[in-house]
């Protein structure tokens, strides 16, 4: 997944599984973005639930495992 910074304007790459982490990280806190940062001026960019999920349209989202004490 190419990305376009929006403070230096250099586009950089995201690859399948770090696109993956990033889905499984926002269904896992609930979040609506995912801030990914930039390699060269390495400010935030926000990628949101819908771009990352047209890059990887194979991504299914693993059920939740809750610990139990005892």
Do not use: F
Request: with cysteine; aromatic share 6%; charged share 25%.
């Amino acid at each position: 997944m190419q990305i376009l910074c929006y403070n230096c304007h250099k586009p950089y790459g995201l690859n399948k599984e770090a696109v993956h982490a990033a889905l499984d990280q926002m269904a896992a806190e609930n979040l609506n973005h995912y801030d990914a940062p930039c390699p060269h001026c390495r400010r935030v960019n926000r990628v949101s639930r819908k771009e990352l999920q047209r890059a990887a349209p194979d991504w299914k989202a693993q059920p939740v495992e809750r610990r139990t004490n005892g």
